[in-house]
């Protein structure tokens, strides 16, 4: 009985256990690339344990002249299928169990969210920078998709989320450092 409740128990933590490691080291990557470039690297909410629906951003990186504001946001499993519908809702359906007709589709689980305060804690000097609202999704889901009026389009690094540009963590780095 104990071993039945603690592989239970095993299944409900790994997940998020496992998306909260491949972000530290995410972190970890990211601050020693704004090490060895001379960037600013400052912690401004969550980063492990961020949100999509959270409103404060997970830090912020400051290069001679511009400044990225990050917001980390991501889902436990790849068999996600995240969708921005606006700057106060997205949407969430689960793949694992997708059939192919859309007439026994599940459907999406809508939900609501803060816009996210991309200038928390910003000084003059700060927002005299060319401004860069970043959301970084890892772990990356199976599918990310926008809305735009009745149509939705699935997006990649470099695309716009209604509140900022979408990037995957290769395609930040590449965007900051190169890698």
Do not use: W
């Not at 735009?148 to 209604?162: P, S, V």
Request: with cysteine; glycine share 8%.
């Amino acid at each position: 009985m104990i071993a039945v409740i603690t592989a239970a128990i095993l299944l409900v933590v790994f997940p998020y256990a496992l998306m909260a490691l491949r972000r530290i080291f995410l972190i970890k990557k990211i601050k020693r690339g704004c090490k060895n470039a001379g960037y600013e690297y400052k912690k401004l909410g969550k980063t492990a344990l961020s949100r999509v629906k959270d409103r404060e951003c997970s830090f912020r990186i400051e290069t001679p002249d511009s400044v990225y504001t990050v917001k980390l946001c991501g889902t436990v499993s790849r068999r996600i299928h995240l969708r921005f519908i606006d700057e106060t809702h997205y949407a969430v359906r689960n793949l694992r169990f997708q059939l192919s007709t859309s007439s026994r589709a599940i459907g999406y689980d809508t939900k609501a969210k803060e816009r996210y305060d991309f200038r928390v804690g910003m000084d003059t000097e700060t927002l005299s920078k060319r401004q860069f609202p970043v959301i970084l999704i890892c772990p990356r889901p199976g599918i990310i998709s926008r809305a735009f009026g009745n149509e939705t389009k699935e997006i990649g690094n470099g695309d716009g989320t209604g509140e900022g540009t979408l990037y995957t963590p290769d395609g930040f780095n590449k965007l900051l450092f190169g890698m």
